[in-house]
């Protein structure tokens, strides 16, 4: 199964003992400490919408970043028939970590496997510890590099931050910080999350896929890419 595709929104969910009354001449502490309370917390808030939410200033990780793409847009994953983008070349995506470590998907020589993921889609958070599992058991692929984009990004829904949810899988594999727009899944056609697009040595496309994949199908495409 897959989670269809859609962009990050801004928008927030909407969501006694009887007793004497107190001398008028008593200053009324309890009331006076709420109310310094109340101000207190609504400082708090302010200051916090000064900063980005989609950067974690604390360790130094942005959620999202810069993208660059060279080369043609793919088109969209149908669902039904002949995938139009196999066997043509796959755009080259430049961007960066979360650590903002540089990080450019092309065309190298090497045959790669790519997979977009959005923190809050449920099918990404069943398919990533999979695969996570299966990298532990049996190590990187074989003549095959794996990189993954994180998409769909924003702070209003949940498992934020990407970072950190990826951290707690024990993810090992390289990822890219799309941007708020998320032009490094649009360039590559993504209809739905997750997903996944096989590249050849040659930088032609292979093969395309969307939703959960089991292991096997998550080997299948791996050879896809290595035979091209």
């Known amino acids: 199964m897959a989670t269809t595709k859609s962009r990050p929104s801004s928008s927030r969910p909407r969501g006694g003992s009887r007793g004497a009354p107190p001398p008028i001449h008593r200053t009324p502490v309890i009331g006076f400490a709420i109310g310094v309370v109340v101000v207190l917390a609504v400082v708090a808030v302010i200051a ?13 990780l942005q959620q999202t970043g810069p993208v660059t793409i060279s080369g043609t847009p793919l088109p969209q994953l149908a669902g039904e028939g002949a995938d139009p983008a196999v066997g043509a070349p796959a755009p080259q995506l430049r961007g ?5 470590r540089p990080v450019s998907i092309g065309n190298d020589g090497r045959p790669k ?17 999979l695969l996570a599992s299966w990298l532990r ?3 990187k692929p074989s003549g095959v590099d794996l990189y993954a984009v994180a998409t769909g ?11 950190a949810w ?3 899988e024990g993810w090992t594999v390289t990822t890219m910080a799309d941007d708020d727009n998320q032009t490094a899944a649009d ?6 999350y997750p997903f996944f697009v096989a590249v050849d040595g040659s930088g032609k496309v292979v093969a395309r896929a ?7 199908s998550l080997e299948k495409l791996l050879d896809q890419a290595r035979q091209g």
């Open 210 to 216: 969307s939703g959960e994949l089991s292991i096997s």
């Open 187 to 192: 360039a590559f056609g993504l209809p739905a």
């Open 153 to 163: 990004t924003t702070p209003d829904r949940p498992n934020y931050p990407p970072s």
């Open 96 to 100: 960066a970590t979360f650590a903002g």
């Open 113 to 129: 496997l790519v997979l977009f993921v959005a923190h809050w889609c449920p099918h990404c958070q069943r398919e990533v510890p």
């Open 48 to 60: 916090s919408r000064g900063t980005s939410p989609k950067t974690d200033a604390a360790r130094g």
């Open 137 to 139: 058991s049996n190590g």
């Open 166 to 168: 990826l951290q707690r």
